[in-house]
């Protein structure tokens, strides 16, 4: 049977996985868009400037929201509060 330690643990790699993923496909949307609109020497319009940035704020939203309601915020509470209040 596995501890509780165990599965948290694999719940935060795979939460840290999943963000690695989402960002490294931003990277390449991100570079692929670029380099077309460099490419063809165009250009690029307001609508797919404003996609770009909305595409990187969902990210930075999945990294906001890991921190604030995940494990690691857990964790670090857990810790701090060892030692009992005075």
Not at 7 to 34: P, Q, R
Not at 44 to 68: D, H, K, N, T, Y
Request: proline letters at 2%; glycine letters at 10%.
């Amino acid at each position: 049977m596995k501890g509780k330690h165990e599965t948290e643990t694999k719940k935060t790699v795979f939460a840290d996985v999943v963000i690695a993923v989402c960002v490294v496909v931003a990277v390449l949307v991100t570079g692929c868009v670029i380099y077309e609109y460099h490419r063809l020497d165009t250009v690029m319009p307001p609508g797919v400037i404003s996609a770009l940035f909305a595409f990187w704020g969902g990210e930075l939203l999945i990294v906001a929201l890991r921190q604030i309601f995940g494990s690691d915020v857990v964790t670090k509470t857990k810790n701090n509060n060892i030692g009992g209040s005075i």
